[in-house]
């Protein structure tokens, strides 16, 4: 069955990288997101990638996908302590419609120290 | 544009009482989705909507449903509330943008089930 693993806390000093992993095991899945939520909100989209790529960069975020293996990894360059917070890895298999079943990791607390 | 919108924001129920909650989408987004979110589980796929209809069902039990009106806004209902029905209820509305359509969340409805 479907099934996205993280591990659960990560902590980092402010202005070093953060890497957060996810491994998923459906070898079906099309597009892969990472969401960020901050205590007592909803969860924010931060970026996804498409599953034939290998590598997205958005400004300080990078995500590399190493699609045999079947992991996902978010990279924080230079973090701060505002990037404290939930990170959910998720997977989807839709295409072309609504990605309504997103299946999501437990989630990774980054604790940013200053 | 406004953001997608929950209310009640905070709630709490008894044993064996319903509850409705509400999701009002982002303008001009037909699809909505629900999601649970515990400490336990995690976060967890309850249903999507989609044109009034339901597309895709997670595995909770039928004291959960849903509906979706004709202007897109969503409720979800619980019946015969159980204690562990006590969690963050998030709702997401889809945004399309070719074959890749996003899903933006909303703050969510915490209910308590004492």
């Known amino acids: 069955g479907e099934d996205v693993e993280q591990s659960l806390f990560l902590s980092v000093r402010e202005g070093d990288s953060s890497v957060i992993n996810c491994t998923y095991t459906d070898s079906s899945s099309t597009y892969l997101y990472w969401y960020k939520q901050e205590p007592g909100a909803g969860l924010q989209l931060l970026t996804y990638?498409?599953?034939?790529?290998d590598m997205k960069q958005d400004q300080r975020l990078t995500v590399l996908l190493n699609k045999k293996d079947k992991h996902l990894s978010l990279r924080i360059a230079d973090t701060q302590t505002g990037d404290s917070a939930i990170y959910f890895c998720?997977?989807?298999?839709?295409?072309?419609?609504?990605?309504?079943?997103?299946?999501f990791g437990k989630g990774t607390k980054l604790s940013v120290k200053p | 544009k406004a953001g997608v919108t929950q209310t009640p924001r905070y709630l709490i129920k008894t044993r064996g009482q319903q509850v409705t909650l509400s999701c009002s989408p982002i303008?001009?987004?037909?699809?909505v989705s629900w999601y649970q979110q515990t400490p336990g589980q995690g976060l967890q796929f309850l249903f999507e909507?989609?044109?009034?209809?339901?597309?895709n069902k997670g595995n909770f039990p039928g004291r959960f449903s849903g509906r979706q009106f004709s202007n897109s806004r969503s409720e979800m209902n619980v019946s015969t509330l159980e204690l562990g029905d006590s969690a963050l209820y998030l709702c997401a509305s889809s945004l399309a943008s070719g074959n890749v359509e996003t899903q933006y969340f909303g703050p969510g409805t915490r209910l308590l089930v004492l």
């Open positions: 909507y989609f044109s009034e209809t339901q597309r």
């Open positions: 990638i498409f599953s034939n790529m």
């Open positions: 303008s001009g987004h037909r699809s």
């Open positions: 998720a997977e989807s298999n839709g295409y072309g419609g609504s990605q309504g079943n997103l299946i």
